[in-house]
């Protein structure tokens, strides 16, 4: 079977070695794509079997792109290929319609095996990948309905969290204290009805909170 690709990757030689590398496991490269925007337009309008796509873009989120793919493109398979093995790009991986999400460790035979399969309109998600962010999935409050609205603040900081970001990272983006941004995100917990920050990521996804905002 051929299976035609659109690699989203920001580096050149990381894409160079993919495009080699793939060139020659008989995968076809239509295109490629280094920036969110890119990825945007070209996702949409592709006549590939599969989008290989990276996190972390220069002009944005490649979450958030997934987002605006599959928004016009539900069947269109997009496998996430990142470096960061973070449990809430998973969950939100999970939550946008991700065929899978594979970390750049993985060999030849996995990467090309698993495009293939994606091609197939397979998911790619393991028993214990998704056990990992079930209880995210199945979060009590998957709507926008909570007792008490969330402050400015609090909105700033589930963005950081939905972005991945460590408490420290919060800290010094706001510029805040540690402990400030710890008592923030207890808070946000607590109003939205969650336990855990992968929880609340995919809670913020679904409820397109930080689109409103």
């Not at 989120?61 to 793919?69: Q, Y």
Request: proline share 3%.
């Amino acid at each position: 079977m051929s299976v035609s690709l659109l690699i989203v990757e920001d580096q050149p030689v990381v894409l160079s070695g993919l495009e080699a590398l793939l060139t020659q496991a008989g995968l076809k490269i239509l295109g490629t794509a280094a920036t969110m925007a890119e990825a945007v337009s070209q996702g949409i309008s592709t006549r590939a079997d599969v989008v290989l796509l990276d996190i972390r873009l220069p002009d944005g989120d490649g979450l958030s792109a997934l987002a605006r793919i599959k928004g016009e493109r539900p069947s269109l398979p997009v496998l996430i290929y990142s470096g960061y093995d973070n449990p809430a790009f998973g969950a939100r991986a999970v939550a946008l319609g991700a065929a899978g999400y594979l970390l750049k460790g993985v060999t030849k035979d996995e990467l090309v095996t698993a495009i293939r399969r994606a091609a197939t309109g397979e998911s790619l998600w393991t028993r214990d990948e998704l056990r990992r962010v079930s209880s995210s999935l199945s979060s009590p409050r998957n709507s926008y309905d909570i007792d008490f609205p969330l402050t400015r603040r609090e909105i700033e900081v589930l963005t950081r969290i939905v972005s991945g970001h460590t408490n420290k990272r919060i800290a010094d983006e706001l510029t805040i204290s540690y402990e400030t941004v710890k008592e923030h995100v207890q808070h946000l917990l607590k109003k939205i009805g969650v336990t855990d920050r992968t929880q609340a990521a995919v809670w913020a996804v679904r409820t397109g909170i930080l689109e409103q905002g």
